[in-house]
């Protein structure tokens, strides 16, 4: 399983930077008499699947195999909409984005420009409703000066003017995230990280699968053709106006929410708390006094307490097959490239997402833009890996910062860094799963844990697209069975060994893929118990981020954007996602615990809940107040 809810840059990051969607594709149920087919959840939608002549990566450049590819994507698109009843906004978002995308392809501007229109009726944020378009509409109206685009210097000049017309005349404190990340890839966007980025995630998946690939995988396809044949040319341009635009308006962001942190100090009255922090592994040298200790086992390779568990000191270790293993800090030994420039290089593809000036994020950008197709897989891999290594520790450094009373209980999970997974879903494999689930809680419960961190998840779709890239079933019909009963397994096990733990609050981080929850069938993000509070994300002034998930559970939303914090060895960097977003309230809840230790799951939800400050424009929403909950508690 890979570890999904990350932003630290990876493989498939950069994907989806460039290719603007996948069109997710699934099975419907029976359709009511006499009105569409309802969609209930991802897996009520259609699915279809495409037939690639040859590679991916030269199927993309093709001219008459697209276009007629293109084509019945279209009509399979527009026949979706009119059979199936699609509540779920994101996915009608995608919808509309995808025909938009096609519509560009087929050089009909109208039509794209009303696509973007349906697409801006169903978003809900609002830099994202009033950046949609921008740059779209600036083409065209250079276009029209420009001899269709032929007089290059007309063009490029009268796209820079109306671009920077029309975003510069949107407010900035609403625009800034969006027009930054834009920025980013504009300055990172070539044609070799496209095709490379094809050959390592398409390619084998279409050669697995005798020339086949389904719809979620291929609706990016369109973006990323798009990219090549009418939008590179206007990138360098986009990142000049954006630059500009940064420049101009260079002031730091409002921050609201630090003046509500708390940090406890040795000498105040409180108790030690059990931390979990579930998650990529822990660099315990770096949490010395605030590591929960086994009693009953040392560092011999013995499992000197009969537990199951060999040197399980400060915690748990799993390997990729769910099998236990020792040591919480995984190995970076896969590494192709050396430690250090690795290191930097992942600082500098945060930096460069969050829209960070720093050498380190230009470094990464000019080594991205000279990397050659061919090496753009073992490129992405090493950040994969390097992320995986250092995800766990910063997401342990935000969740005792201020806390000398955390005591860190560790839970290794070693997620996969590849762009086909070397692990192969069966039936064997969710049951090894369900068993660490099962195993873990019950390790905690009896470690006196109090609160968990689980900043990663899957979903069911991402164990059908896994088997698909295995190239495992004979057709889309039977990986989807195969992917509902793996998934009932592994999900049914998570439930109830968290039920079974109501004195522990687990604490999920919601996910970074801007999409609903449960939905989108999202675990343990989408798990729904007395003692599970799943956590959104939001900016240091408050605004919510891009990518945060939501959904009917999310609506506690804490720090998730350029929090900073430990990796492996001792340096602080900055991340981004719900996964740093998640470990800010598990800091709060175990200062309360450590304040007030007789609160119970309930009291401590009901505490966060009630000091809590409203989500400014979003009702339902609601921020997290450490100070005023600490102070609440303590009374």
């Known amino acids: 399983m890979k570890r999904t809810f990350s932003r630290v840059v990876g493989g498939a990051s950069l994907l989806v930077l460039v290719c603007g969607l996948c069109l997710s594709a699934r099975a419907a149920d029976p359709a009511p008499a006499g009105g569409k087919i309802a969609v209930k959840t991802a897996d009520d939608l259609p699915r279809h699947v495409y037939k690639i002549e040859g590679k991916a990566s030269e199927f993309l450049l093709s001219d008459a195999a697209f276009k007629k590819f293109v084509a019945e994507l279209k009509a399979n698109t527009l026949a979706d909409l009119e059979k199936y009843d699609i509540q779920d906004k994101t996915t009608l978002k995608g919808y509309q984005q995808l025909l938009q995308q096609i519509a560009i392809l087929e050089g009909n501007y109208d039509e794209a420009m009303k696509r973007i229109e349906l697409g801006r009726a169903l978003e809900g944020k609002e830099s994202s409703k009033l950046m949609m378009g921008q740059v779209l509409g600036a083409m065209i109206a250079a276009r029209r000066v420009s001899d269709n685009g032929a007089n290059k210097e007309a063009y490029y000049k009268a796209f820079k003017a109306e ?12 625009i800034r995230e969006s027009v930054l990340q834009a920025r980013s890839t504009a300055l990172i966007v070539n044609r070799e990280l496209i095709l490379g980025q094809v050959k390592a995630n398409l390619d084998p998946i279409v050669e697995k699968n005798n020339g086949e690939i389904s719809g979620e995988f291929v609706g990016g396809m369109v973006g990323m053709r798009n990219m090549l044949d009418t939008m590179l040319e206007l990138q360098p341009s986009v990142a000049e106006v954006y630059g500009k635009l940064a420049e101009t308006n260079n002031k730091a962001r409002t921050d609201v929410l630090s003046a509500n942190n708390v940090t406890l100090n040795a000498g105040d009255k409180a108790s030690p708390v059990v931390v979990g922090i579930w998650d990529s ?47 919480l800090l995984i190995s970076i030994e896969e590494l192709k490239s050396p430690v250090a420039l690795v290191e930097t290089h992942t600082k500098g593809a945060s930096d460069s997402q969050a829209g960070v000036q ?17 090496q753009v897989q073992g490129f992405m891999e090493d950040l994969g890996l390097y992320g995986n290594y250092s995800h766990g520790t910063h997401v342990t450094g935000i969740a005792t910062e201020g806390n000398p009373f955390a005591r860190v209980f560790g839970v290794r999970l070693t997620f996969d860094f590849k762009s086909v997974p070397r692990y192969t879903w069966t039936k064997e494999f969710a049951t090894d799963m369900a068993k660490s689930f099962t195993d873990t809680v019950a390790a905690m419960k009896k470690a006196g844990v109090r609160v968990v961190n689980m900043s990663w998840g899957l979903s069911r779709a991402s164990i059908e697209e896994e088997l698909e890239a295995k190239g495992v079933g004979k057709d889309k019909e039977e990986r989807a069975a195969m992917s509902r009963e793996y998934f009932k397994i592994i999900y049914d096990a998570m439930k109830s060994a968290m039920a079974s733990a109501p004195e522990i609050l687990f604490v999920p981080a919601a996910g970074n893929s801007d999409n609903d929850n449960q939905f989108s069938e999202m675990m343990p993000s989408g798990i729904e118990l007395p003692n599970v509070l799943t956590i959104g994300a939001i900016d240091s002034s408050a605004k919510p981020t891009s990518f945060t998930t ?18 492996p060895g001792g340096k602080r960097f900055k991340y981004s996602g719900t996964s740093m977003a998640a470990p800010n309230v598990t800091n709060l809840v175990g200062k309360m615990l450590a304040v007030n230790p007789n609160l119970t799951t309930a009291q401590i939800i009901e505490a966060i809940r009630v000091n809590a400050d409203p989500m400014p424009g979003y009702d339902g929403r609601f921020i997290i107040n450490p100070k005023k909950t600490v102070q609440a508690v303590k009374k």
């Open 163 to 174: 671009l920077e017309k029309r975003v510069g005349a949107l407010p900035w404190d609403k």
């Open 358 to 374: 720093s050498p380190e994020a230009d470094a990464f950008r000019n080594y991205v833009k000279g990397l050659k197709a061919d």
């Open 281 to 327: 592994g822990v660099d315990v040298s770096l949490f010395s006094g605030r590591l929960w200790e086994n009693p009953g086992e040392k560092l011999d390779k013995i499992d000197n307490d009969k537990n199951g568990y060999v040197d399980d000191i400060n915690g748990l270790a799993y390997d990729m097959y769910w099998k236990p293993t020792s040591g």
């Open 550 to 567: 939501f959904g009917k559970g999310v609506t506690i939303y804490a720090n998730g954007f350029e929090v900073e914090s430990y990796v």
